[in-house]
């Protein structure tokens, strides 16, 4: 009923930018709040191994970001094209991860529980 599908990810130099995108789709998918996490590679399969990094609600005003990212990376929202963005600047070689984009209902669920729908991931690659 919900489709995510992530793209942008690759290989990037320390210090370096990349833009994540995720594009939503399907008759479920109603003005839904959108976010990231990630997770190392090689570390398999437990929710509770996946770092929250960023959600925002459908609607701007409620925006919530990572310890480990804040000041660094930017989330947004295109609700005409039904598309969040992950702006990643600064990127360090410990932002390496696979990243998921996700979506519920509310920032704050994606925030503090495990959110409803999951795309397919994205690889980062952050090394010189």
């Known amino acids: 009923q919900v489709q995510l599908v992530e793209s942008g990810g690759g290989l990037v130099q320390p210090g370096g930018s990349l833009r994540l995108s995720c594009a939503a789709s399907g008759r479920g998918f109603n003005n839904f709040a959108m976010g990231w996490f990630r997770q190392v590679p090689g570390e398999k399969g437990e929710f509770e191994k996946r770092e929250f990094v960023a959600a925002q609600d459908w609607s701007p005003g409620i925006t919530y970001y990572g310890d480990s990212v804040k000041g660094r990376f930017t989330i947004s929202i295109d609700n005409a094209k039904k598309t969040a963005y992950l702006q990643m600047n600064n990127l360090k070689p410990q932002d390496t991860a696979v990243y998921y984009c996700?979506?519920?209902?509310?920032?704050?669920?994606?925030?503090?529980?495990?959110?409803?729908?999951w795309g397919q991931g994205t690889q980062v690659t952050v090394s010189s």
């Open positions: 996700v979506a519920d209902r509310y920032a704050g669920l994606i925030r503090t529980t495990r959110p409803d729908y």
